[in-house]
T-cell receptor, first 112, second 114 residues
Framework: EAQVTQNPRYLITVTGKKLTVTCSQN?????MSWYRQDPGLGLRQIYY???????DKGDVPEGYKVSRKEKRNFPLILESPSPNQTSLYFC???????????FGQGTRLTVV | AQSVTQLGSHVSVSEGALVLLRCNYS??????LFWYVQYPNQGLQLLLK??????LVKGINGFEAEFKKSETSFHLTKPSAHMSDAAEYFC????????????FGRGTQLTVWP
């Protein structure tokens, strides 16, 4: 089944403790993105990647890192999480030449 | 720069009534526009998309949207609401010429009353 898989689905952590949210897609898509969703703000793009080893900042990149060492994986790294990073995070992928994005199920992160 | 504005953060309709969710866009280039739906505790699912072909776009679950360049609008409609349509709906526009980059509106929560 074609899908974008995020792990974990739920995570509660403490301020300053490094964490990684994984994202994997099995559709051989070139483009991958991370978004955060906050009430009343919709989805805002954090980072995106156009292919392996090619990443760029989105609208709200502060406090986040990404890497794209393999085409299928696009992990989101929070080196020192803070409470303002409490949010619902979505990973998405798109094939080259397409305008459609496929979304994962989301990761609800709480930083206390 | 491209952006979208969704008018109304909450819309309530009775079952069987017309659903109208509003979206206006701003784009310096011919836009690629999308509507996504998010059911509770789920990811986003594409409802429909406009990519400069027909101006009336039909999507899944009986939804459709009409691209009106003169009004810079891409409103989502459904003739008869069903309880299962209750969800959050997001309008989105492709950012410039970069495929895979989307700018989302703030969302509209649709409630359907029996």
């Amino acid at each position: 089944e074609a899908q974008v898989t995020q792990n974990p689905r739920y995570l509660i952590t403490v301020t300053g403790k490094k964490l990684t949210v994984t994202c994997s897609q099995n559709m051989n898509h070139e483009y991958m993105s991370w978004y955060r969703q906050d009430p009343g703000l919709g989805l805002r793009q954090i980072y995106y990647s156009m292919n392996v080893e090619v990443t760029d900042k989105g609208d709200v990149p502060e406090g986040y890192k990404v890497s794209r060492k393999e085409k299928r994986n696009f992990p989101l790294i929070l080196e020192s999480p803070s409470p303002n990073q409490t949010s619902l995070y979505f990973c998405a992928s798109s094939p080259q030449g397409s305008t459609e994005a496929f979304f994962g199920q989301g990761t609800r992160l709480t930083v206390v | 720069a491209q952006s979208v504005t969704q008018l109304g953060s909450h819309v309530s309709v009775s079952e069987g009534a017309l659903v109208l969710l509003r979206c206006n866009y701003s784009s310096s280039v011919p836009p690629y526009l999308f509507w996504y739906v998010q059911y509770p505790n789920q990811g986003l699912q594409l409802l429909l998309k406009y990519t400069s072909a027909a101006t009336l776009v039909k999507g899944i679950n009986g939804f459709e949207a009409e691209f009106k360049k003169s009004e810079t609008s891409f409103h989502l409609t459904k003739p008869s609401a069903h309880m299962s349509d209750a969800a959050e709906y997001f309008c989105a526009v492709r950012r410039g010429s970069t495929l895979g980059r989307l700018y989302f509106g703030r969302g509209t929560q649709l409630t359907v009353w029996p």
